[in-house]
């Protein structure tokens, strides 16, 4: 067993750009080794913004040997009539790079074939490295890659250096014009040097001592370790602690090789500012961390991480508060601006931004938005109509201002603060920066019902308009996010515990916008069943019963939570004995109604015992059952339900459904309607009869 060490020296690479790679040169690997039938113990990447490494043990010494039998043609179809080796023959060995004599005939059940046995030794693994490291460089892929000098090859930076050592031998390997060595690079100011390395063991240690943390994990916790020291040892530890933001603590643990924390300070005129907005600047811009009280209130402190060790503490400190000063101005200066003008007076500049090319201006959106949104709030919140309506007025007008225009990230939050500063209602003020959220799958829901009517309002207009126009997603392209945006409807709807009906609230979208869209039936039922998968992967990802969803799906979907609850009823109830037999019996009555509609019975036209218990046993169960479902008491509905089981068994086993006598037949096929109709306000429970 052998070990191989492939680094990747390179410029600083973007933060964003690191993790991928590490992950492309691991996988990609894993599928090289996997190709070349070449054995290991253990792989692992690592990285800094200056190099990629690849650590691989318990490397084969060489392929393993390997056998392959290689059928051909029949015996009869590779010799004629005088043994002589037909065409079918030596095509055959020809395309296997064989000699006609190299085939044998073996007997097989088919009959006689001919057959083509190859043996193979394994190549030692020093040959197959060369070519192996060529193949990972070459399948990279970045967001951006750059070419340098006169070569062709793309990279996300040029490559300075290539250390490439199998077993602590150095692997002859050139990749364009940069030849392999057995040494590696320090940090690029406090170890500017080359630094021998012999094999995996010693790398990581020689790179600490080079004040290079290669380990992502590690450096990453030394980032946090030296930002949250660094405010221990310049502020009172008791009254104020670091916020630690866990993807700025992933980018800046991207941009350093050693992590040094140093604590600075900034004017409190500047916590005017909106939170949000003093630490988007802070991020954003300079990539610093903001320091808060116990009640988590911003102080007027900051963290910044250098690469590099500094002798003068406070003249770093100095640099660092200068820089962000200036930033800080800038946001003064723009949020002072913007509170210049009331947020409703700049209404009609909406009419300037293009919500998209077919689908108007933004301030046609907030129209449709405010009469959407009166509607939603007139049937699930109707004290709060006139807010929302007010809320829809107002929510988009922020993208007109400095701040979001400087920080697009902030719509929403600089709305919300303009509309306390204009004397908008706190109820307002919330809704404009909830009707947002969530901005991502996973993220925080809003928490008023105005914010969360808001959002639906705002999320259906951008759905059915981009329906209406045949704007879908198709592929990996969406370029408005509808795949975010229908996520976002249901997991709201399903937050508030809504019962909206989906149908109703895409058809209403539609017609807001008038001639602009294709607001037919046939796009209604299109934006309904893109919520529909959304819904049913949803479903599937959170572990829930897939023949539970398919069954209830399946018949239909219009209301979320409904859907959630039969769902639940049927994953509940499918436990109990008599439901897998039950379900099979309703495939079966599925299959004989087939296109059959009618549910009218008439008594008289019973003739077999079965059929009359049955019908009797139905009534019965309707009667129960049925008061049940209004309710929505989908578990209790089932349950009663499952008494049906023996005179549906009964009923097959004794009766011909398809009786001579039409009459006869039709009430049969009624009452298996009948049955049919009263288990499907749940769901088609012939999907889980694998259960």
Not at 466 to 477: A, E
């Amino acid at each position: 067993m052998s070990e191989l060490l492939f680094e990747i020296g390179t410029e600083e690479l973007p933060a964003g750009f690191q993790q991928p790679a590490m992950q492309q040169l691991e996988e990609n690997f894993i599928r090289e080794a996997k190709e070349l039938k070449l054995e290991y113990s253990s792989v692992r990447t690592l990285g800094t913004p200056r190099r990629l490494t690849l650590l691989v043990e318990g490397l084969a010494d060489r392929q393993p040997d390997s056998r392959e039998e290689l059928m051909g043609p029949s015996k009869q179809a590779g010799f004629d009539d005088e043994g002589k080796p037909s065409k079918a023959a030596m095509g055959f060995a020809r395309s296997k790079g064989a000699d006609v004599a190299d085939l044998q005939v073996v007997a097989t059940e088919k009959g006689e074939y001919l057959m083509l046995v190859q043996e193979t030794t394994g190549a030692p693994t020093a040959e197959l490295l060369p070519p192996l490291l060529h193949n990972l460089m070459e399948k990279f892929s970045f967001a951006k890659s750059m070419r340098w000098g006169a070569g062709a090859f793309a990279f996300a930076r040029p490559i300075q250096w290539l250390l490439a050592l199998h077993d602590g031998a150095l692997i002859p390997f050139t990749h364009e014009g940069v030849l392999a060595v057995d040494t590696t690079r320090g940090h690029r100011f406090m170890a500017n040097k080359e630094f021998k390395i012999s094999g995996i063991a010693d790398y990581q240690k020689i790179l600490t001592e080079a004040f290079v943390q290669v380990d992502p994990k590690e450096r990453r916790q030394a980032v946090q370790t030296e930002i949250e020291q660094a405010v221990t040892d310049s502020l009172d530890p008791a009254r104020a602690r670091v916020a630690v933001d866990e993807a700025l603590l992933d980018t800046v643990c991207n941009l350093v090789e050693k992590p040094y924390g140093v604590c600075g300070s900034f004017d409190e005129k500047f916590l005017q500012l909106p939170a949000e907005a003093l630490i988007t600047s802070m991020r954003e811009h300079q990539k610093y961390f903001p320091v808060i009280d116990n009640d988590g209130a911003l102080l007027p402190n900051f963290v910044a991480v250098n690469n590099t060790r500094v002798k003068d503490v406070g003249l770093t400190r100095t640099g660092h508060e200068r820089v962000l000063r200036a930033r800080l101005e800038d946001a003064f200066f723009f949020f002072a601006k913007d509170k210049e003008k009331r947020l409703d007076a700049r209404e009609d500049d909406l009419k300037g931004i293009i919500f998209q090319a077919q689908l108007g201006t933004m301030l046609d959106k907030t129209k449709r938005v405010e009469k959407l949104v009166s509607l939603l709030a007139e049937q699930f919140a109707p004290e709060g109509v006139t807010e929302c309506m007010r809320a829809a007025s107002l929510c988009k007008i922020d993208l007109l201002t400095e701040m979001v225009g400087e920080f697009p990230s902030l719509q929403g939050n600089m709305g919300a603060s303009y509309a306390l500063n204009d004397g908008e209602s706190a109820v307002v003020s919330l809704a404009i920066q909830e009707h947002y959220l969530p901005k991502r799958s996973g993220s925080t829901l809003p928490e008023s019902k105005v914010g969360a009517l808001l959002g639906l309002a705002d999320r259906f207009d951008t759905l059915c308009g981009c329906f209406g126009i045949g704007q879908l997603p198709t592929g990996t392209k969406d370029p408005f996010g509808l795949r975010r945006i229908a996520l976002a409807i249901l997991h709201i709807i399903e937050d508030f515990d809504w019962n909206v009906s989906l149908t109703e609230t895409v058809a209403k979208t539609l017609s807001l916008y008038g001639d602009k869209v294709d607001g037919s039936r046939e796009t209604v039922e299109l934006v309904v069943a893109y919520i529909r998968d959304r819904f049913i992967n949803d479903q599937l990802a959170s572990g829930a019963d897939a023949e539970a969803v398919e069954a209830v799906t399946s018949v239909v979907f219009d209301d979320i939570n409904d859907c959630k609850a039969k769902i639940k009823a049927l994953t509940a109830i499918r436990s109990e004995d008599a439901f897998s037999v039950l379900a099979a019996s309703f495939k079966r009555i599925r299959n004989i109604i087939k296109k059959n509609s009618s549910t009218e019975i008439e008594s008289s036209l019973f003739k077999e015992d079965a059929e009359k218990k049955l019908a009797a046993v139905y009534a019965d169960v309707a009667a129960v059952v049925e008061p049940l479902l209004e309710k929505h008491d989908y578990e209790k509905g089932l349950s009663a339900m499952l008494v049906l089981k023996t005179p549906v068994d009964d009923f097959f086993d004794t009766v011909m459904v398809m009786d001579e006598d039409e009459a006869v037949r039709n009430n049969r096929l009624n009452l298996l309607t009948a049955i049919a109709v009263l288990f499907l306000t749940v769901g088609d429970i012939s999907k889980m009869q694998q259960g």
